[in-house]
């Protein structure tokens, strides 16, 4: 009798143990065979937008940058958004939520474009100027994080080629059309992409 009991308990441990190890590797392989592009549009994504507007200012003979103007807005993957402005001792936060439709736009941007895959030859400042806007960029993706920073001069002629790729021109205006709206400040996406030209 105690010797069937044994065998009972020892083939259900067995039994569990098989069904488990099953599991595992069905739930393995569905994980495996999913895209980046399902991963993006399903996964938990954030995003983090930074625009800064700097200037060289000069210390005695030590000169560097400051910001003299910094926006940020972040978007938690549900939508939820904090935008944050800080100009001297002038500073707001404004809570608001974005579109499901406009989160989804940016995802497949990012994947249709292979954004953090493109070969970017980027600088955080602009040589030779005294007055420039840099920008970062990081969207995290289930834990993991990839960043972007770069700088655009302030064109005087809005009509002169943008020296920064195409891709990074239509990601910052595609962010701030978004970052617009709690600004409080109209925003004008032709006007944007004119330096596409």
Avoid: H
């Amino acid at each position: 009798m105690i010797l069937s009991k044994k065998v009972i308990f020892t083939s259900i441990i067995a039994a569990i143990a098989v069904v488990t190890i099953f599991a595992i590797q069905v739930i393995s392989s569905y994980i495996n065979s999913t895209s980046d592009t399902t991963q993006l549009e399903k996964g938990s994504m954030s995003i983090v937008f930074t625009r800064e507007e700097m200037r060289r200012v000069s210390f005695g003979v030590v000169e560097r940058f400051a910001a003299e103007k910094v926006e940020s807005m972040s978007i938690q993957a549900d939508g939820r958004a904090l935008y944050t402005m800080q100009q001297g001792i002038n500073s707001m936060q404004k809570e608001f939520r974005v579109p499901s439709e406009r989160l989804k736009s940016i995802r497949s941007f990012i994947n249709d474009v292979g954004l953090f895959d493109a070969a970017l030859n980027l600088s955080d400042e602009v040589k030779g100027s005294d007055t420039f806007i840099r920008y970062t960029f990081t969207t995290t993706l289930d834990g993991s994080s990839k960043s972007l920073r770069w700088a655009e001069s302030i064109r005087s002629d809005e009509f002169a080629p943008a020296d920064v790729p195409p891709l990074l021109i239509r990601l910052r205006c595609m962010l701030m059309q978004i970052m617009s709206e709690p600004a409080g400040v109209g925003f004008d996406m032709a006007r944007c992409l004119q330096g596409l030209s």
